[in-house]
């Protein structure tokens, strides 16, 4: 072999000495869990002023109107959200000026099909758009954003005369004495006649 590589070799070898203390391998480090970062909890500030209206018969739209403190919203459209079921919406604006805003309503004066509600936003307004459920007779009028009467499980799918009981109702709250005494009469003449067995639909035809 060249003298080069024989000294090479040389060089790398170490011997050992019989008995000599062999060095321990290092022992693994157990790493410090790292903890987990507390997550900050968003404040909200109610939105209070806020408008709606709903498309003219046969309608399929109601328009919830956001724009007071909504100058340049739109800027910012990416931390907007909505969430929907059948009887609620859940708007949230985060980080918006330095502070976060939450527009939450249950208890809609109807149900509202979740899947084809949405939320727009605009430069200086937000337009949440309540898409109406629409019934066997199509789409019903709503007489406010809120109802207010809680709903029960009964509904007017499982009682047909139920939704018509509900706009009478709404028209006995919103009417006046004359229309009140009218209504109550008919309706107290529809609630005898389910006693009896009847639907009671007949107890409206002097209105």
């Known amino acids: 072999a060249p003298a080069s590589v024989a000294a090479a070799d040389k060089a790398a070898y ?6 000599a203390p062999v060095a321990p391998a290092p022992q693994p480090v157990r790493l410090a869990n790292a903890k987990p970062e507390p997550v900050p909890t968003t404040e909200f500030v109610p939105i ?4 709606w209206d709903q498309d003219p018969y046969p309608g ?3 328009s ?3 724009l007071q403190g909504m100058d340049g919203v ?3 459209k990416e931390r907007v959200s909505c969430k929907f079921t059948e009887t609620s919406f859940d708007l949230t604006i985060r980080d918006f000026n330095g502070r976060s805003y939450r527009l939450y309503k249950n208890n809609l004066d ?3 099909v979740p899947a084809e509600s949405k939320c727009v936003v605009k430069q200086n307004r937000i337009t949440v758009k309540l898409r109406k459920k629409e019934g066997q007779f ?9 109802s207010k009467r809680r709903r029960t499980e009964k509904d007017s799918a499982s009682d047909p005369s139920a939704g018509l009981m509900d706009m009478m109702r709404d028209l006995y709250d919103d009417g006046d004495d004359q229309t009140r005494k009218v209504i109550g009469e008919a309706m107290l003449k529809s609630q005898q006649s389910r006693g009896t067995g ?4 007949d107890s409206f035809d002097g209105l």
Request: hydrophobic content about 35%; glycine content about 18%.
């Open 48 to 51: 209070e002023s806020f408008g």
């Open 138 to 146: 199509g789409t019903e009028h709503w007489t406010d954003l809120t």
């Open 14 to 19: 170490v011997p050992i000495t019989p008995g």
């Open 198 to 201: 009847g639907l009671g639909d």
């Open 74 to 76: 739109g800027a910012v």
């Open 60 to 62: 399929r739209w109601v």
């Open 110 to 112: 109807k149900e509202i």
């Open 64 to 66: 919830v109107y956001v």
